[in-house]
């Protein structure tokens, strides 16, 4: 398979003239890509050692504003410089872009060149050496879920997102022949992102008029989150170059179903599935119990990292296959968890909380965390829950807001053990942004409801 390029390659092929540009990357707190456009001479002279960036890039909202009340950065201390230090293993071509490659990199600390604590990768990262001290690695695959739209993003803007409109008429989960109508973008989604070194398995047709699904083979932690990255980037703008929106909105109208991004996670040890017993009656070992217990006993206290917006809880309503309840169940997909694999070397477990707009990084490694604490207290795995368990009055609920997920995560003492308090302390403060932000607004449903009849 095609894939990442070494740095020597690359340097080959910029004096070959085959590239010509550098994308060089951040993820933001949003987990989307920030960075420049590097002359590829200038990179692989010079700035493959490093670039710089403005600090507020770990401090903004989706729509680049400048909030208040952050400690890492202010209007007080002068929003000054993050280092970006390329990571010169992520280097890989950009075949939709004529000319591309591309890096990812690493925030470090301006002075002192040590990692910025609340970077995205960072917080991976810190979870990962965790669970890496205690002899394991995590192998981890997400399923992107999103909308295409039949006209482009300008239009749709121009038009004041009103009267959207999907590429397709009606409902094709799993559907052949509507899909083929698609191929113009999904085609050269699959085929480039492969080239790009993303190993894609597939995309299918989703639950709803005009719904997608991008599936790409499970891998390790950091790279499964590098890959969902990439993809959701690649996949907007190749929609663009068709002249099509492709949007990860998780609830874009109320009678439509939702996208979410279900994670699917394992642990491995000396190259082998570590969640696997053949003498346990589903295949599940004693170390997936306790790892699977401490993901759904924390789950409320890291909802936020699934579901960081108000849109985010539109999703979780019953009989649309996105869950409302924290239980766990066997091939069950009304459940927040299902296990998948039961009985075979690919048994692990599913989590369909997080909506399509959750930063890979950040959902990973707050789920990670909760599973390492499983396993470091050999907490209890709670039975299966059968049968609809929408219907569970006894099951814990995911909570239904994001006002409940910031206060949860405001007050988690796992979280703050496990992320670090400046790390809490930085999201929550990007939760409560996001609800002052909305709670100012005057919604079109508001004054429909009560212009005339209030």
């Given at each position: 398979m095609p894939g990442t390029l070494s740095f020597d390659t690359l340097k080959n092929q910029v004096t070959d003239g085959v590239i010509d540009t550098v994308l060089v990357c951040t993820v933001d707190m949003q987990g989307r890509l920030m960075g420049k456009r590097f002359h590829a001479v200038n990179f692989v002279e010079t700035s493959y050692r490093e670039t710089h960036c403005c600090n507020y890039l770990l401090a903004t909202d989706l729509e680049m504003a400048t909030p208040e009340g952050y400690a890492a950065t202010s209007w007080q201390a002068g929003y000054g410089d993050y280092v970006m230090k390329p990571d010169l293993e992520t280097i890989r071509p950009v075949p939709w872009l004529e000319g591309t490659a591309m890096v990812l990199c690493d925030m470090l600390d301006h002075d002192t060149h040590a990692p910025v604590p609340h970077s995205p990768r960072a917080v991976l990262k810190k979870q990962i050496a965790h669970l890496k001290a205690l002899g394991f690695d995590a192998m981890m695959a997400t399923e992107l879920e999103f909308f295409l739209f039949a006209k482009s993003f300008d239009e749709i803007r121009r038009g004041g997102f009103r009267d959207l409109e999907p590429i397709s008429g009606y409902n094709e989960d799993y559907h052949i022949f509507q899909t083929t109508k698609e191929e113009a973008v999904m085609r050269p989604v699959r085929n480039h992102l492969f080239a790009a070194g993303v190993p894609i398995e597939n995309s299918k047709g989703e639950a709803e008029a005009g719904?997608?699904?991008?599936?790409?083979?499970?891998?390790?932690?950091?790279?499964?989150?590098?890959?969902?990255?990439?993809?959701?980037?690649?996949?907007?703008?190749?929609?663009?170059?068709?002249?099509?929106?492709?949007?990860?909105?998780?609830?874009?109208?109320?009678?439509?179903?939702?996208?979410?991004?279900?994670?699917?996670?394992?642990?491995?040890?000396?190259?082998?599935?570590?969640?696997?017993?053949?003498?346990?009656?589903?295949?599940?070992?004693?170390?997936?119990?306790?790892?699977?217990?401490?993901?759904?006993?924390?789950?409320?206290?890291?909802?936020?990292?699934?579901?960081?917006?108000?849109?985010?809880?539109?999703?979780?309503?019953?009989?649309?296959?996105?869950?409302?309840?924290?239980?766990?169940?066997?091939?069950?997909?009304?459940?927040?968890?299902?296990?998948?694999?039961?009985?075979?070397?690919?048994?692990?477990?599913?989590?369909?909380?997080?909506?399509?707009?959750?930063?890979?990084?950040?959902?990973?490694?707050?789920?990670?965390?909760?599973?390492?604490?499983?396993?470091?207290?050999?907490?209890?795995?709670?039975?299966?829950?059968?049968?609809?368990?929408?219907?569970?009055?006894?099951?814990?609920?995911?909570?239904?807001?994001?006002?409940?997920?910031?206060?949860?995560?405001?007050?988690?003492?796992?979280?703050?053990?496990?992320?670090?308090?400046?790390?809490?302390?930085?999201?929550?403060?990007?939760?409560?942004?996001?609800?002052?932000?909305?709670?100012?607004?005057?919604?079109?449903?508001?004054?429909?409801?009560?212009?005339?009849?209030?």
């Open positions: 719904q997608e699904e991008l599936n790409i083979r499970y891998s390790a932690a950091l790279d499964c989150a590098d890959y969902h990255s990439i993809a959701k980037h690649a996949i907007k703008e190749i929609a663009w170059q068709q002249g099509h929106a492709a949007s990860f909105l998780p609830k874009w109208h109320h009678n439509r179903a939702g996208s979410s991004s279900h994670v699917h996670q394992s642990l491995w040890q000396h190259g082998e599935p570590a969640f696997v017993d053949s003498d346990d009656s589903l295949g599940m070992s004693e170390l997936m119990k306790h790892y699977m217990a401490g993901l759904i006993a924390y789950a409320p206290d890291y909802t936020y990292f699934l579901a960081p917006y108000v849109n985010s809880y539109k999703r979780f309503a019953k009989g649309t296959f996105a869950p409302t309840k924290t239980v766990w169940s066997v091939d069950n997909r009304t459940a927040g968890f299902r296990l998948c694999g039961a009985g075979t070397k690919g048994v692990r477990v599913e989590c369909r909380i997080g909506g399509s707009d959750l930063n890979p990084y950040l959902a990973q490694a707050v789920m990670l965390a909760a599973g390492i604490r499983g396993i470091e207290e050999k907490m209890t795995l709670a039975a299966p829950t059968k049968g609809d368990v929408y219907e569970d009055a006894k099951a814990g609920d995911i909570p239904q807001n994001l006002r409940s997920a910031v206060v949860n995560l405001r007050g988690s003492t796992f979280l703050r053990e496990a992320l670090g308090e400046d790390v809490v302390d930085h999201y929550t403060r990007a939760g409560e942004w996001e609800l002052e932000e909305f709670d100012r607004v005057v919604t079109d449903w508001e004054i429909a409801r009560g212009f005339e009849r209030a």
